[in-house]
Nanobody, 123 residues
């Protein structure tokens, strides 16, 4: 069983930056993909970025491409989402999720989810 804990959320002004962290623990063997998702109030959850573990292959939603960067540390136990040039529309609860297969931004392919960390961007 994989556990994920997000941190690093907070409040920032438009144009600012935040780095979210996702600590992965538990039975992580076979985990092939980590994704970041977000859900704004009144909206459906949407995929933001995904990373194939060990392959350094990444995928981004068009709305964040060029502003957000997903990465992993050398131990593969912590994933990051560096968010630059933040906009008010980036305000949401951000979740990391783990999959045993390459999942891209397909929410239904992720079996394990964290509790989320709130990001608020003011104009």
């Amino acid at each position: 069983h994989v556990q994920l804990v997000e941190s690093g959320g907070g409040s920032v002004q438009a144009g600012g930056s935040l780095r979210l962290s996702c600590e992965v623990s538990g039975i992580t063997e076979g985990t092939n993909c980590i994704g970041w998702f977000r859900q704004a109030p009144g909206k459906e959850r949407e995929g933001v970025a995904a990373l194939a573990i060990g392959y350094n292959s990444t995928y981004y939603d068009a709305s964040v491409k060029g502003r957000f960067t997903i990465s992993q540390d050398n131990t593969d136990h912590t994933l990051y989402l560096q968010m630059n040039s933040l906009k008010p529309e980036d305000t949401a609860m951000y979740y990391c999720a783990a999959s045993k297969q390459w999942a891209g931004l397909r929410e239904d392919r992720y079996a394990f989810w964290g509790q989320g960390t709130q990001v608020t961007v003011s104009s």
